[in-house]
């Protein structure tokens, strides 16, 4: 029984960790689309906005349990995550290549 209170209460802490991402990019979402009079709601968009979202604040509570951080701290970073999922996935997305095309140059050479 400890075994299964165990395991329950760490999926339920990353189901905590996606929660929040999700939440900080449907706050991203209803910012842009206040912002920017010309863009209507789109079920769809936020469909995607929630699944990067969450993506991104799983892979930040790994980075943060990797790295130690308490569960006060990863939760925020998840929420925090969750809001710049688009920006971050670009930034990872953009470093990725550099790093590949560098690889490349030297692999060519």
């Not at 165990?6 to 206040?34: C, D, H, P, Q």
């Not at 769809?44 to 943060?64: D, Q």
């Not at 929420?79 to 560098?102: C, K, P, T």
């Amino acid at each position: 029984m400890e075994e299964f209170e165990y395991y329950f209460k760490e999926v339920a802490s990353y189901i905590w960790m996606i929660t929040l991402g999700v939440m900080g990019g449907t706050v991203n979402y209803i910012s842009r689309i206040s912002r920017d009079e010309q863009l209507k709601f789109s079920f769809i968009e936020l469909l995607g906005e929630w699944f990067a979202s969450g993506f991104v604040a799983l892979m930040t509570a790994y980075a943060c349990l990797y790295l130690e951080f308490n569960f006060p701290l990863t939760a925020v970073l998840c929420g925090i995550s969750g809001h710049m999922a688009g920006r971050i996935v670009y930034m990872l997305d953009a470093h990725g290549q550099r790093i590949i095309e560098a690889a490349v140059k030297r692999v060519t050479k």
